[in-house]
Structure formats: C-alpha cells, structure tokens
C-alpha cells in the first residue's frame, strides 16, 4: 500500500510495535537495516490474483529474512503496507510502517491474517484516496471501513491482535486483500479501474526509477 500523500514525515512519536506501545522506533527495523530489497510484483502477475498459502512453520530463519526484506523493500519503495506477494512469496504474511489518522505510527508484521467482518451498520464506509505498491503511480478513491482487528502470529508462532482505526484500518483491509488473491482495483467500478490503469501507464516508469534511485542511496 502507498502511503498517503497528506501524511505527515515519519518521526518520533506516538509509536506501536507490533500492537504495543514504544517509546519510539527508527525508520527501518535493525534487521532490515542489513536486508536486501526485491523486485516489486505488478498487477496482472498471476500471484497477486490467487490465495497466498497459510505459513506453518514458524522460527526460522529464512521466515525473519523475509520480513527484513520486505521491511526494507517496502521502506525503498515509500510504502505504508507490503504482502509476501508483492515480492513474488507465497505467503499470507505483510508488514506495515503506517500513521492512523490520530498521528500515530504503527510498526509491525502479522501472519495468516484474518480480519473481523463487522456490520456495515454502526461502522463508517469511508472513501478515500488509496494506491499501491504493485499499481504503480495510480491513486483511486476505495470504500473501506474506518475501523477493523487482524488476528494472526508473529514470526516466532505466538498470537497477534491488532486494532486499526482511520487510515491504518484502510492499511489492514488493503494488505489482507492481497493475501486473498485481490488488488485494490478489484473493489472499482470498470470505469475507475480503467482509469488507474491508465494513471499507472503515464506514471509507473518515473516511479520504477525513484526506486531504483533510493536503492542505490543505500549502498553509499
């Protein structure tokens, strides 16, 4: 998931880790720091539009490599959300770096998500601007709610719960949707569908370059 455009610069601040409040956070996780940064799947790959396959085993090393990497793909490529699909993994896994709408951050990765289903009824659709990693450049107005709970594991196995509201709850439903085999676009009219593919045509190769520019930033 892109991040918002109107939101502010990541800094010390109201911080959560994993669901948990901090004291604070560096922008990419140590870990991440020593990660390498992996191709971004585009919309139209067939990985983006089929179910991801549950993890089942948890505690290893290659799993904790994964999320460096994506930690620090998703960073590169200014995100606010990331799925193992996106990077061409088979995984229901994502992790997120990204600030609801009351100005606090929240950091952290979730696997085998499953979100609460609540009624439509007491619960605010909201339409706001959204765009993604895997559509490069488009940005289109989506329904979601303005409130949602993941529940799945952390790396190692044990049980995550974690609350979004406003713009984070949006991050939630979004990378969820990915781990379900859907793009944002999939929730457009035709018309509008047609017009982020459009946007992501005019725009997508000055995004490819930004990120191959940030990623050469950090062997220097």
């Not at 971004?40 to 904790?64: K, N, Y």
């Not at 696997?111 to 609460?116: C, E, S, T």
């Not at 659709?125 to 488009?138: K, M």
């Not at 979004?164 to 949006?170: L, V």
Request: net charge negative.
């Amino acid at each position: 998931m892109s991040v918002r455009h109107d939101q502010p610069a990541l800094v010390d601040r109201r911080v959560r880790v994993q669901g948990k409040p901090v004291d604070s956070c560096p922008a990419l996780p140590p870990g991440a720091e020593r990660a390498s940064v992996r191709r971004i799947t585009v919309v139209g790959e067939e990985i983006l539009h089929r179910p991801c396959q549950e993890v089942t085993e948890f505690g290893t090393a290659d799993l904790s490599a994964l999320i460096d990497d994506m930690f620090l793909t998703m960073h590169v490529a200014e995100g606010a959300g990331l799925a193992a699909n996106q990077v061409d993994v088979d995984l229901q896994l994502f992790v997120y770096d990204c600030l609801d709408d009351s100005g606090v951050r929240h950091v952290g990765h979730i696997i085998n998500p499953v979100l609460d289903e609540p009624e439509v009824t007491g619960r605010r659709l909201l339409d706001d601007p959204e765009g993604c990693l895997s559509v490069p450049g488009a940005v289109m107005d989506v329904p979601r709610t303005d409130r949602t709970v993941a529940q799945g594991f952390d790396k190692d196995g044990n049980p995550l719960v974690i609350e979004g509201t406003g713009y984070f709850a949006r991050c939630l439903q979004h990378e969820t949707d990915h781990l379900l085999g859907r793009v944002y676009l999939d929730r457009l009219s035709k018309r509008d569908r047609k017009n982020a593919l459009r946007q992501m045509n005019d725009r997508q190769e000055r995004v490819f370059a930004q990120r191959v520019a940030r990623t050469a930033r950090l062997d220097r």
